[in-house]
């Protein structure tokens, strides 16, 4: 391993540990030159996923860039960064179960919406906003008027989200 801070290519591991229901291996290591300390992950190496995307372009599976769409839905809300990497581990467990070489970008979104909107409404319509690519206020009103009917039907039967 490169050190973070100095780029020096030998380390100790300090501690090493199952982590996310034992799909991975966190290591805890410190560089031997300047005795920083960094954390790396160790996950099993899949076959790569291609996204098929709406207009037929195909590209790899990349999980910073699905992170980085929820991260700026969850911008400014009450969802910590711990919740929205379960979100991720859920989802690439469906996909990754479901679809052995493709995915079409629109069944990972849903994937990704259905789990959003549990989490939280507000990230969930931004995110659907730029997924969904509305082209005018009248289809984003009609995914706020579902929300809010889902809302009433859920008060009405008693039941939580």
């Excluded at 560089?31 to 995307?53: F, G, N």
């Amino acid at each position: 391993m490169k050190c973070p801070e100095c780029g020096f290519h030998d380390d100790k591991v300090v501690d090493s540990r199952t982590t996310k229901e034992g799909e991975a291996i966190r290591r805890r290591r410190e560089c031997l030159q300047c005795s920083k300390r960094y954390t790396t992950y160790e996950y099993i190496e899949r076959v790569p996923l291609i996204v098929v995307k709406k207009g037929g372009q195909r590209e790899q599976y990349n999980r910073e860039k699905l992170l980085s769409g929820l991260l700026r839905a969850c911008e400014k809300r009450p969802v910590s960064r711990e919740q929205i990497d379960h979100l991720l581990d859920e989802v690439e467990a469906v996909i990754f179960g479901k679809f052995k070489t493709e995915v079409k970008s629109q069944d990972l979104g849903n994937e990704v919406i259905d789990r959003l909107q549990a989490l939280d409404e507000v990230a969930y319509v931004r995110f659907a906003s730029v997924y969904r690519q509305f082209k005018d206020i009248n289809q984003f009103m009609k995914e706020v008027k579902l929300l809010l009917d889902q809302q009433g039907d859920d008060a009405r039967s008693g039941s939580k989200r």
